[in-house]
């Protein structure tokens, strides 16, 4: 008889959380769990309350050296959050948190009668509440769990369970997983999820027996080979639109977790050009500078919620070692620091006349979005040039239209900005890495010191003045770092930057 639990192979770990007896730490921020209240703290963030009920520590690296504290925590959750009540009763950690108790099964450990028949309650009570009206990333969530749970329990109804899931899973997968392997909401870190969650598929399927469904390995194969594309030298996430490091796995532990499932790995993107045209990307690789482009839509027209008005940014790494990023994301929810992370003013762009690109708005809304247009592509030995322009202007009194060039050498990038139109002022910033010390030299004239000691010239012609502004970087939630930004005023139609090194 198959032995599931030996077919079953380690997925991605997660980062460890549970940092003492009922101590959590999540999102830079911990908390104790002191009374069963705590679970639906009002004073904690609804974000850190998800994290609790997720349950990701029962996966953690570690997690064999806290059995019996995971064992305690599962009969404390059941005991204190009564069936459909609470955060945890939501479906997206409900999704989450039954994955996680039969991962935790699948390693070896055993859930009591207790959890088992809790688990069934919570799958059942999942069924009654998909999140149809969010679609996206949460939808395949509860796709994924009921597929887990209807292979990991037996039965007539265990198998509707898994019937279920997988006519969500057949009609979403398709659509949210375009045609270049990028995830169509448009942000590296939920790409990294589902892609996760499509590993995850893929290694149960197999620990059970059961014949993979057409394409998915190839969906895999192109998910990865996008993940590297859209991927800094040093193996993180770039940060358009909703993205920060803590939340998805790492390339590296994905990379690692498709090879043990027997998934073709490519080699890394190659030097010149990629293009990513689904999706809305460009990779521009030359031997000591990487450069990654957004020439895309902010992301399907009835799913904005994790845009950012960061239409024509892009990101650039230097010897190996992360240069201009963008702001990233240390919060959810409504707040003016969650808008003003969303705005075009916090990414490395152009902003017209104090406005967004896009409209971005109440924490995970957008009204009129910025669209890209004209995108052409022109290459040599010596030179790629990439040029695009949106219309998110268009609705300004002076309807104007943003359009960029970035011409790319070997030890060269002159970045153009046109903006067509009548307006009173534009604003050109760049962002710095936290590790990067910039100095201004002269008038429109800046250096840039690596971490590692290699210097970048920054130098821009059209413009009214240029500066350097404090600023802050986000590259995990509950987290902002202070960083420089190089802001250029420019009232005439057109900006040259040029960055060497």
């Keep these: 008889m198959r032995d ?162 997988m006519q969500v899973l057949l009609r979403e997968l398709p659509e949210q997983v375009l045609n270049d392997g990028g995830h169509f909401e448009r942000s590296p870190m939920y790409h990294a999820i589902i892609f996760e969650d499509l590993l995850d598929l893929i290694n149960i399927f197999k620990a059970y027996g059961r014949a993979l469904p057409e394409n998915w390995i190839a969906s895999a194969e192109k998910m990865l080979a996008w993940m590297k594309g859209l991927s800094h ?28 499932l027997g998934i073709a790995v490519s080699l890394s993107a190659s030097a010149g050009l990629s293009r990513f045209d689904q999706s809305g990307y460009s990779r521009w690789e030359s031997t000591n500078a990487v450069a990654l482009l957004d020439v895309a839509r902010i992301g399907p027209d009835y799913l904005p919620g994790h845009a950012h008005a960061d239409t024509l940014s892009f990101e650039l790494s230097v010897y190996g070692q992360r240069l201009f990023v963008n702001s990233g994301t240390s919060c959810y929810g409504i707040s003016e620091e969650r808008l003003r992370q969303r705005s075009t003013a916090a990414h490395n762009t152009v902003e017209v006349d104090g406005e967004n690109s896009s409209e971005v708005w109440g924490g995970f809304r957008v009204a009129r979005r910025a669209k890209p247009e004209n995108f052409n592509v022109y290459t040599d030995n010596e030179e790629v040039i990439v040029e695009c322009s949106h ?32 307006f009173s002022q534009a604003k050109a910033r760049l962002y710095f890495h936290p590790d ?54 420019f009232s005439g139609h057109q900006l040259v930057t040029k960055i060497s090194w």
Excluded at 124 to 152: D, M, P, T, Y
Excluded at 391 to 415: A, F
């Design 233 to 260: 030298p040093d193996g993180g996430v770039s940060f358009f639109n909703d993205a920060a490091f803590g939340i998805a796995p790492r390339l590296a532990d994905l990379e690692a977790y498709a090879v043990k």
């Design 4 to 165: 599931v639990k030996e077919v079953w192979q380690p997925p991605v770990w997660k980062i460890s959380s549970l940092v003492g007896d009922f101590r959590f730490r999540f999102l830079n921020e911990e908390q104790q769990l002191c009374s069963s209240g705590d679970w639906n703290n009002l004073q904690w963030e609804k974000l850190w309350l998800y994290n609790l009920h997720y349950f990701d520590d029962l996966n953690a690296s570690d997690a064999d050296d806290r059995t019996a504290q995971h064992c305690n925590l599962i009969e404390k959750w059941i005991n204190e959050n009564p069936p459909g009540q609470g955060n945890g009763w939501e479906p997206y950690p409900t999704s989450l948190r039954i994955v996680n108790w039969i991962k935790w099964s699948l390693a070896g450990n055993i859930l009591s009668e207790n959890a088992l028949q809790s688990l069934a309650v919570q799958v059942r009570l999942l069924r009654k509440q998909l999140e149809i009206h969010l679609l996206g990333n949460h939808l395949l969530a509860n796709a994924k769990a009921l597929i887990f749970a209807g292979l990991f329990f037996k039965g007539d109804e265990a198998e509707k369970w898994f019937q279920e899931g």
């Design 391 to 422: 219309n998110g202007y268009l609705r300004l009194p002076g309807k104007v239209t943003h359009r960029r060039r970035w011409n790319c050498k070997k030890n060269e990038m002159i970045i153009t900005d046109t903006l067509v139109g009548g």
């Design 436 to 489: 990067v010390n910039v100095q201004k030299k002269e008038n429109n004239l800046f250096t840039a010191t690596l971490a590692s000691g290699e210097k970048v010239e920054i130098s821009v012609s059209g413009a009214d003045s240029s500066f350097l502004e404090n600023a802050t970087w986000h590259p995990e939630f509950g987290l902002s770092i202070p960083n420089k930004c190089l802001v250029t005023q």
